[in-house]
């Protein structure tokens, strides 16, 4: 099949795109944490930091690897779970975790809402279109 007929899912700048995304997303929250292991509290939301990065490691290898749905889909999570999280944490807050809160303009904060932003429309367009080929892990 030649490039030109190949969803996007099998289109390798776009997989190289979105490994190069959730990698990205990963280096930003360890940036955040202030390195790794980090300092973040309360312990969960180190936790859920520490899961964010593996994930998009994971995800990232997944994707370049094969253009199936899980590496995709996962990319969706890797994208939506922290911007999720960003509009918790600037609104109401988390449980234990306030500091955040009314702190939308923050630099760091606005740089990984918009690498996650065109992560979520790269993934959601790429699962898309492998879905919609029939393509099976």
Not at 8 to 24: D, H, S
């Amino acid at each position: 099949m030649r490039n030109s007929t190949r969803p996007l899912g099998c289109v390798w700048p776009a997989r190289l795109v979105g490994a190069l995304l959730c990698l990205a997303v990963a280096v930003i929250h360890v940036a955040d944490q202030g390195g790794f292991p980090g300092s973040k509290a309360p312990r969960y939301v180190a936790f859920l930091y520490y899961v964010l990065e593996a994930a998009g490691v994971l995800t990232a290898v997944l994707v370049l690897a094969r253009p199936v749905r899980p590496g995709w889909f996962l990319a969706m999570g890797v994208a939506a779970g922290p911007i999720l999280g960003y509009l918790l944490s600037r609104g109401t807050g988390l449980p234990g975790y306030s500091s955040d809160i009314g702190n939308w303009t923050e630099p760091l904060g606005l740089l990984s809402l918009a690498v996650e932003g065109l992560l979520l429309i790269l993934s959601v367009s790429c699962w898309l279109s492998v879905v919609r080929r029939g393509q099976r892990s």
